[in-house]
C-alpha cells in the first residue's frame, strides 16, 4: 500500500452492466466500512469503463464486483483486462453475486483474486481483503 492508503484500505465496489439489485453490494460496503476500510459505492449500471476510472481515480486497493445478471464471464473479464491496460497491476479484483462455481476457475484465470457467493460470511471478505491488500504490498 502506498503511504497514503497504509491507514486504510480503500475499496471499489461496483456493479457492473444491466443489473438493478444492489442490496447485496450495500450491505458488503456497509461492513467493510465498519471494518475500518474507505469505501466508494459506484451506484448501478456501471460500464467496465467507468468502473476502471473510478478504481483509478479513487487509487483504490481493490475492488469488489457485484453481479446478479448472469454477464459476468463478459464484464469481469473486460474489467480486468481494462485495469491492465491502464497499467494497474496492485489492485485486488473481486467478485461476488450469483455465480455458478463452473464459471469461478474462468474468473480467476482472467485475474479475479477470489469470488464470492449468496451466503459468504461478511467477515471471510472483510478478512480476504485485508490480507489481500496486504499481500500486493
Given at each position: 500500500m502506498s503511504a497514503a492508503t497504509q491507514t486504510k484500505i480503500r475499496v471499489v465496489v461496483a456493479k457492473p452492466g444491466l443489473d438493478g439489485h444492489d442490496r447485496g453490494a450495500?450491505?458488503?460496503a456497509r461492513a467493510l466500512r465498519d471494518a475500518g476500510m474507505e469505501v466508494i459505492y459506484t451506484g448501478l449500471h456501471q460500464t467496465p469503463e467507468q468502473i476502471v476510472e473510478t478504481v483509478i481515480q479513487e487509487d483504490a486497493d481493490a475492488v469488489g464486483l457485484s453481479i446478479l445478471s448472469g454477464a459476468?464471464?463478459?464484464l469481469v473479464p473486460r474489467i480486468v483486462e481494462l485495469l491492465r491496460e491502464q497499467g494497474v497491476d496492485d489492485?485486488?479484483?473481486t467478485a461476488g453475486g450469483t455465480i455458478p462455481a463452473e464459471d469461478v476457475p474462468v474468473l480467476k484465470e482472467a485475474g479475479v483474486a477470489e469470488v464470492?457467493?449468496?451466503g459468504t460470511p461478511t467477515q471471510a471478505i472483510i478478512d480476504f481483503i485485508t490480507e489481500g491488500v496486504r499481500t500486493l504490498d
Open positions: 450495500k450491505i458488503i459476468h464471464l463478459t489492485v485486488l479484483v464470492f457467493g449468496p
